[in-house]
């Protein structure tokens, strides 16, 4: 079963979840160990197949570090932090938990776009 640790140590992935922004993106980085990392690609395919046919999930893709990394990262866009607050309260998503590799570790946390003037559109 995967752990999870918080990715901000000022703000929780909980007290995110309180917002009512939109959209937002989830970062999620995990960290696995090098043997496992099959078996944490099987679990994030479930997951994301699980994820994908909920209201509210627009995309996803996965990441995983070069040269043999063993640490990867996801980011899933989603309509609003209530749509994510939705499907990951489901109970049928939070047992997928138990489907990860004990050697995990999960940072999620929830993300919105900035402008940057003259780099980036908000």
Do not use: C
């Not at 901000?8 to 917002?19: F, G, W």
């Not at 994820?51 to 990394?69: C, D, M, N, V, Y």
């Not at 109970?91 to 993300?111: C, G, I, M």
């Amino acid at each position: 079963m995967l752990k999870r640790t918080e990715m901000d140590e000022h703000v929780t992935l909980m007290e995110q979840m309180s917002s009512d922004e939109s959209p937002v993106v989830l970062v999620n980085v995990f960290k696995v160990a090098p043997e496992d990392a099959g078996a944490l690609l099987e679990a994030w395919t479930a997951d994301a197949t699980l994820l994908r046919e909920k209201p509210g999930f627009i995309s996803t893709q996965l990441h995983r570090g070069i040269a043999g990394s063993s640490t990867f990262f996801n980011y899933a866009t989603w309509e609003s932090v209530e749509a994510f607050r939705a499907a990951f309260a489901d109970p049928e998503f939070q047992a997928t938990f138990a489907n990860y590799p004990d050697s995990t570790v999960a940072s999620p946390h929830l993300f919105t776009k900035v402008a940057v003037p003259g780099i980036s559109e908000g």
